[in-house]
C-alpha cells in the first residue's frame, strides 16, 4: 500500500509537469517507467513496460483538440502493476507480467482521461468565468492571478493522484487475479501479445513520419538498420 | 515609486520567463492563454506603470493562445512595445494589439510542427531506443538535453522578443525557421527509421511467424490509424483476440 500511494504521488507530480509546467517529458511512459522502477526496485520490469506504452502512445499527438488518452495514468498503472506484480512470491514469468501491465495500463489510459476529465472540465469552467472589473486594484489582480496559478497546480496534482491511486489499486488487484486464474494457454497468448505488440508501435511509427518528402528516409534509415543488424 | 519610461531590465524580464514556465497552469476554453500572459506580464509592467495601474493587464485579458514555447517571444515583444510607448514613440494600444494578433497564429503553428511534431517525437524516438538496449545514460541524456532544449528555447525568446520588438514579424517571415524545421524533420525520420528497424529486427527472434504475423498487424494498424481509430484501441483489442486465438491452438 505505501507503494501504491507513493506511486499516486509520482503521478501528481509529472499532472503538474505536464498540465502546469514546461512539458519536459517526465511524464512520458518511458521515462514515467524508470522513475516507477526505481521507487519500487524493478527497473528492467517497469522500463519494458514503459517502452511498449510509448510505442503505441507514439502516435497521438495532443494537436487539434484530438481526444487523447490520460498517458500518465496509464505509464503510472501499467508500469507500476507490472512492478508490483514480479515482487509476488511464485516467481512469475516476466514477459507474462509485462504484458499483464502494457494492458493494464492502457486500460487505465483509457479509464483515466474519462475519469479525469470532468474534473479537469470543472477547473477549466472556473479559469472561464472569472472576471477582473476595471475598478480591480493592481496588487488584488496579480495577487489574485498568483493565487489563481497555485490552487490550479494543487488541484491538477490532487485530481491525478485520487485517479491513480483508485486506477493503480484497482490495475494491480485484477492483475494480480488474471496471474493467479489464467491457465497456461492464455499465459502463452499474453506473452503472445506482448511479443505482437510492437507491431502496433511500427505503425505509429510509420503513421507519424509518413510524409511526402520524409518517407524515403524513414524507409531507407530502417533498411539499413535492419541489414546492420542482421549482419552483426 | 518608478519614473515612467524606465526600461524593464534583465532581471524582471527573468522573472517573466520564470512566470512563463508555468503558463499551461492557467489555461481555459474562454480566455485560453489570457491569463498566463498576464501572470508573466505583471512583474515587468511594475516598472512603467508606477506600481499601481492595473490598465496595461486588464487590456492583455482578452483571448490569447500560441505554442507554450514560443510565447515567450511574444510576451518580450509585448514588452518592448509596451516600453517605446511609454517613452513615447507613436506606438497605440491597438499597434500592441495588432502585434500579438499577426504573432501568435503563425508562431503556434511553427511552434506546434517544430516541438509537438518533431522535437518531442525525436526525443522519444531515441528514448526508446536507448530503453530498448538498456542504455540508462541514453535515457539521462535525452531527458536532460530535450529540457535544456526547451527551457533555453523559452529563455532566448523572451530576450530575443523584447531585444527585436517590431522585427519579430519580419525575422518570422523569413526562410530560416523553414531550414531549422527541415532539419529536424529529416532527423526525427531518420531516427524514427532506425527505431523501426530495431523493432523489425528484434521480431525473428520470437520466430519467423511472428515476423510475418507482426507485418500483417503493422499493415492493419497502419490502416486503422488513418481511418482515426487510435492505436491504443488496437492494442487493447488485440489482447483478448491474441488469448482467445491461443486457446484455441491449446484445445487442439
Redesign the interface.
Known amino acids: 500500500m505505501p507503494t501504491i500511494v507513493a506511486l499516486s504521488l509520482l503521478s501528481g507530480l509529472m499532472a503538474v509537469d505536464h498540465r502546469v509546467g514546461w512539458q519536459g517529458l517526465l511524464a512520458q511512459p518511458v521515462f514515467a517507467g524508470v522513475f516507477v522502477g526505481l521507487l519500487t526496485g524493478e527497473p528492467e520490469t517497469a522500463i519494458a513496460v514503459g517502452v511498449l506504452l510509448e510505442l503505441i502512445y507514439l502516435s497521438i499527438l495532443p494537436m487539434r483538440g484530438a481526444r487523447i488518452p490520460d498517458q500518465i495514468a496509464g505509464a503510472i498503472v501499467g508500469c507500476g502493476t507490472a512492478a508490483l506484480l514480479i515482487q509476488n512470491p511464485g516467481e512469475p514469468l516476466f514477459v507474462f507480467v509485462v504484458a499483464i501491465g502494457v494492458f493494464v495500463g492502457l486500460l487505465a489510459g483509457e479509464l483515466g482521461a474519462r475519469l479525469t476529465a470532468p474534473l479537469l472540465g470543472i477547473h477549466n469552467r472556473i479559469l472561464s468565468s472569472i472576471e477582473f472589473s476595471p475598478e480591480t486594484e493592481r496588487t488584488s489582480l496579480t495577487r489574485r492571478v498568483f493565487w489563481l496559478h497555485t490552487g490550479s497546480a494543487t488541484y491538477v496534482f490532487a485530481v491525478e493522484t485520487v485517479s491513480v491511486l483508485i486506477l493503480l489499486s484497482a490495475g494491480y488487484f485484477a492483475g494480480a487475479r488474471l496471474t493467479r486464474l489464467t491457465g497456461g494457454a492464455l499465459v502463452e497468448g499474453a506473452e503472445y501479445w506482448s511479443y505482437l505488440v510492437p507491431a502496433v508501435g511500427a505503425a505509429s511509427l510509420i503513421h507519424l513520419f509518413w510524409q511526402h518528402h520524409l518517407r524515403r528516409l524513414l524507409i531507407v534509415c530502417a533498411a539499413v538498420v535492419f541489414i546492420l543488424l542482421w549482419l552483426i | 515609486m518608478a519614473e515612467l519610461g524606465q526600461e524593464i531590465g534583465k532581471f524582471r524580464l527573468f522573472g517573466a520567463f520564470i512566470r512563463l514556465?508555468?503558463l499551461?497552469?492557467?489555461?481555459?476554453?474562454?480566455?485560453m492563454q489570457n491569463?498566463g500572459l498576464?501572470?508573466a506580464l505583471?512583474p515587468a509592467t511594475k516598472v512603467f506603470?508606477g506600481?499601481?495601474?492595473?490598465?496595461i493587464?486588464?487590456k492583455h485579458?482578452s483571448f490569447f493562445n500560441c505554442n507554450?514555447?514560443f510565447t515567450p517571444l511574444v510576451v518580450g515583444g509585448v514588452l518592448k512595445l509596451e516600453e517605446e510607448k511609454r517613452a513615447g514613440k507613436p506606438i497605440s494600444d491597438e499597434d500592441i494589439e495588432y502585434f500579438k494578433r499577426a504573432l501568435t497564429g503563425p508562431l503556434a503553428a511553427m511552434g506546434?510542427m517544430l516541438f509537438?511534431?518533431n522535437l518531442?517525437?525525436l526525443?522519444?524516438?531515441f528514448?526508446?531506443i536507448f530503453?530498448?538496449y538498456?542504455l540508462?545514460l541514453g535515457?539521462l541524456a535525452?531527458?536532460l538535453l530535450?529540457?535544456i532544449a526547451?527551457?533555453s528555447c523559452?529563455l532566448w525568446g523572451i530576450y530575443f522578443g523584447y531585444a527585436k520588438g517590431w522585427e519579430l514579424v519580419d525575422f518570422f517571415s523569413g526562410s530560416e525557421f523553414q531550414k531549422v524545421l527541415s532539419i529536424v524533420?529529416?532527423a526525427?525520420?531518420?531516427?524514427?527509421?532506425?527505431?523501426?528497424?530495431?523493432?523489425?529486427?528484434?521480431?525473428p527472434q520470437?520466430g519467423q511467424t511472428?515476423l510475418a504475423?507482426?507485418?500483417i498487424?503493422?499493415?492493419?494498424?497502419?490502416y486503422l490509424?488513418?481511418r482515426d481509430v487510435?492505436?491504443?484501441?488496437?492494442?487493447?483489442i488485440?489482447?483478448p483476440t491474441?488469448?482467445?486465438?491461443?486457446?484455441l491452438?491449446?484445445?487442439d
Not at chain 2, 506600481?51 to 490598465?55: A, E, G, K, S
Open positions: 514556465l508555468f499551461q497552469g492557467l489555461l481555459n476554453r474562454r480566455g491569463l498576464v501572470s505583471s506603470d506600481f499601481t495601474d492595473r490598465t493587464l486588464l485579458l507554450p514555447n506546434d509537438i511534431g518531442k517525437p526525443a522519444l524516438t528514448a526508446c530503453a530498448i538498456k540508462p535515457l535525452v531527458f530535450y529540457n526547451i527551457i523559452r524533420e529529416g526525427s525520420a531518420s531516427v524514427g527509421g532506425v527505431l523501426l528497424g530495431v523493432l523489425f529486427y528484434r521480431f520470437n511472428t504475423l507482426a507485418g498487424l503493422t499493415a492493419v494498424t497502419l490509424l488513418r487510435p492505436a491504443s484501441w488496437v492494442a487493447i488485440l489482447f491474441t488469448a482467445f486465438i491461443a486457446l491452438i491449446g484445445q
